[in-house]
């Protein structure tokens, strides 16, 4: 198993520019997820999916859109880029249902927005 | 709403010395708790994580965590530290529906 993979790994962007940044697990987990890491904030939950078809936002969603066409794939849309955004961004999955599932986080796109 | 506080941003030990992460949440029902470790550059790993079984418990590599409901603390402890211990340590709270709360992160530097 690949396990939780992203792409890409690195971006800089331009402001108001827009990008997707992929997420794709090959575990069948129900649960993904999406958070940005900013120094000495720990990871802050973008957005979320229980399933396909069904998101909700987290604590930071604004500037973001998700969508969840397959159990596969969840990836993170940027509508228009800004300086805010430069972080390092990490998906997640899990298995739903229950909180003490482990989340297996993917490597990381370390996204510049100049 | 679930928070978590670590008490220390950074900690320094010399190898083979005792470390002690700390942390403490807050929750308004039983709480699944979590500790990650990333190292530089690289995503999360699970060290370990409590469920309501078990209040000590073991994980990954020499470290293991007791769940102390009365001082609300899950701090992380490993006996004899480690030089490819350093690296940056999360405590995580998990809500009823899979999301985490992350502390703010603890910077372990392990000196020779």
């Known amino acids: 198993n690949a396990g939780v993979t992203q792409t890409p790994k690195f971006q800089v962007l331009k402001t108001g520019q827009s990008m997707t940044l992929q997420c794709a697990q090959d575990?069948?987990?129900?649960?993904m997820s999406w958070y940005r890491q900013d120094p000495g904030m720990g990871l802050r939950l973008i957005h979320y999916s229980v399933g396909a078809g069904i998101t909700d936002q987290g604590e930071v969603p604004n500037g973001y859109n998700v969508s969840r066409s397959t159990t596969e794939d969840f990836p993170l849309r940027l509508l228009s880029a800004a300086p805010s955004q430069t972080s390092v961004y990490f998906c997640?999955?899990?298995?739903?249902?229950?909180?003490?599932?482990?989340?297996?986080f993917g490597p990381g796109t370390r996204l510049t927005v100049l | 709403a679930q928070s978590v506080t670590q008490l220390d941003s950074h900690v320094s030990v010399s190898e083979g010395t005792p470390v002690l992460l700390r942390c403490n949440y807050s929750s308004s029902y039983s709480p699944s708790l979590f500790w990650y470790v990333q190292h530089p550059n690289k995503g999360l790993q699970l060290l370990l994580k409590?469920?309501?079984?078990?209040?000590l418990v073991k994980g990954i590599n020499g470290f293991e965590a007791e769940f102390k409901k009365s001082e609300t603390s899950f701090h992380l402890t490993k006996p004899s530290a480690h030089m490819s211990d350093a690296a940056e340590y999360f405590c995580?709270?998990?809500?009823?529906?899979?999301?985490?709360?992350f502390g703010a992160g603890t910077i372990l530097r392990v000196k020779s």
């Open positions: 409590y469920t309501s079984a078990a209040t």
């Open positions: 575990m069948n987990h129900e649960y």
């Open positions: 997640a999955s899990s298995q739903g249902g229950t909180s003490y599932n482990e989340q297996f």
């Open positions: 995580v709270v998990s809500d009823r529906g899979n999301k985490l709360v």
